[in-house]
Every structure is written in C-alpha cells, then in structure tokens.
C-alpha cells in the first residue's frame, strides 16, 4: 500500500494524454488506408471536446466515426474532490476521508464491419487516503475468429509476464469473471486482462498500466488490418447487431468504470460513449 504525490499523478495524467494521441493517430491512419466496402465515404477524424467537472477537474472526449469505425471514443479525464457519503464506503481508503483524485483513458471502438470485433480498454490511478492502478482489455468479436483471440492473449501474455509470471493467469480470469453477463449466463465476448487495486508500488505498477496501454496501441490495430477490407452480408450485420445489445446490457447493469462516473458527476456524455451507435433486440415471439 502506497500513496502517490503530486509529481506521482501528474506524470500517470500525461501518459494518458499521450496514449490518447497515439492511439488516435494510428485510428485515423486505418481510417485513410481503409479500401473496404465502404470507400466511398470519406475518412473519419476525431473531434475532440472537452469538459469541466464542477467538483473539480475535467477531461476531454476525443471521438472519431468514420468508414471503418463506425463510432470509437478515445477519452481522458483527471477528477478530484469529495465522494458522496454513501459511494465513499465502496471506495478503497475512502471511509473516513472522502477527498479522492483519479485519471485515466478509457476506449472503446465499434466498427462497420462485423468481421472486425469491438475492443474496450481503460486505465486508471486513483487515489484516496492509498494508491492504486487499474485498467485491462478485452476483445468482443461479432463472428468469432480463433486466431483473433490467440493475437489478443498471446499480446497480453507476453506484456504481463514482462512484469509478473502470475499477472496474466490471474488478470485472465478477472476478466472473465468480470465481463461476464450473469442474467444471460454468457460471457461478453472472448476477455483479455482485468485488473483492479494493483498497489505494489508506484513505480512497478505504473510501468505495468504503461505496458498495457502499449501493447493494446500495438495489437488492436493488427486485428484491425486482418480483416478491414472484407465484404459482409446483411445477416452478418444484423448478427453483430444483436451481439451490441449485450454490449449495452453490460454497460448499463454492471460496468464499474459507469458507475464511478456517474457517482463522481462525471460528464455523462463521456461516461456513455461506450455504448453503440446501432444496436437490435430480436424480438422472441
């Protein structure tokens, strides 16, 4: 257990803000290279915005729909004050102090495409009365595709075992447990990593969030480029439609990071760009 400083959080506030820039980068170069059904339209570009939070802090939406994404948003926030009463007891180091400070990226891109699966990844460091980090990435394919979810783990395998042999067993099943939508009893796509609390110290555990924010700006990408330009069928598209109403299922029942915006008084806009720009519920009758 530790408890960060001033230079501490500031230094975790702009590898954020530098992860957001290259990750937006490389989106907008896959935008200008895209040679996929929908050419035809020009290439996205994000629009970024930004926001205040009354409390204090704020943070800027950064999101970019385009021809190859459908709609993906690369956000960062730094927020800080006093929680709530009755949400402080859920925070760690947060029952008799309610002063918190917390920043972090959080992504999530949708695409045209249902060959090419939605991603989700976030990290963060917060801070109450102790520090800690906390993020992960997972995969959700609209068509399952066994090598796409090989590329995703080997890549998170790899970064976590750089840090700690144990990281990816035990983050791997975090994700699993977590990304898991109990009232359907199915998991929401095909996981990655989770983690949460990591307080070892700052230094370790600021290196570890960093490799993960790397390794995600690396593999997604490559993901992406496997099968960008690949035609699909109606019945695929309606299929990866029906799959986002899990996506919103799970956002909305049991998303922490939500649920910690939302508490905080986030900017709601911020908090749900997660969710899809279509999405479908058949109907059972």
Known sequence: MYLSTKNQRLETQKWFEVLRDQICSSFEKLEQNYEGPKQSMPPGKFRQKKW????????????????????VGVNISTVMGELSPEFSKQIPGAENNRKFWASGISLVAHMWSPH???????TR???????????????TPMII????????????????????????????????????LKHRNEPRGVGGIFYDQLANNFEADFNFTKEVGS??????????????????????????????????????LYDRGTLFGLQTGGNVEAILMSLPPAVAWPSSI
Request: glycine share 8%; charged share 30%; with cysteine.
């Open 116 to 122: 090419i699966p939605a991603v989700h990844m976030n």
């Open 125 to 139: 460091h917060i801070a109450t009365t102790r520090s800690w980090f906390g993020g992960g990435a997972d995969l």
């Open 145 to 180: 595709n066994t090598e796409d979810k090989e590329l995703f783990h080997n890549a998170f395998r790899s970064a976590c075992n750089k840090h700690d042999d144990t990281y990816y067993t035990r983050f791997k099943e975090w994700c699993d447990d977590y990304f898991y």
């Open 215 to 252: 390794t995600f700006a690396s593999i997604y990408p490559a993901i992406v480029k496997r099968h960008m330009n690949k035609t699909w069928t109606k019945k695929e598209r309606q299929a990866q439609l029906v799959k986002r109403g899990r996506y919103v299922e799970f956002n909305l």
């Open 52 to 71: 205040h939070r009354e409390g204090g802090g704020g943070g800027e939406m950064s999101i970019m729909e385009g021809r190859l994404f459908e709609k």
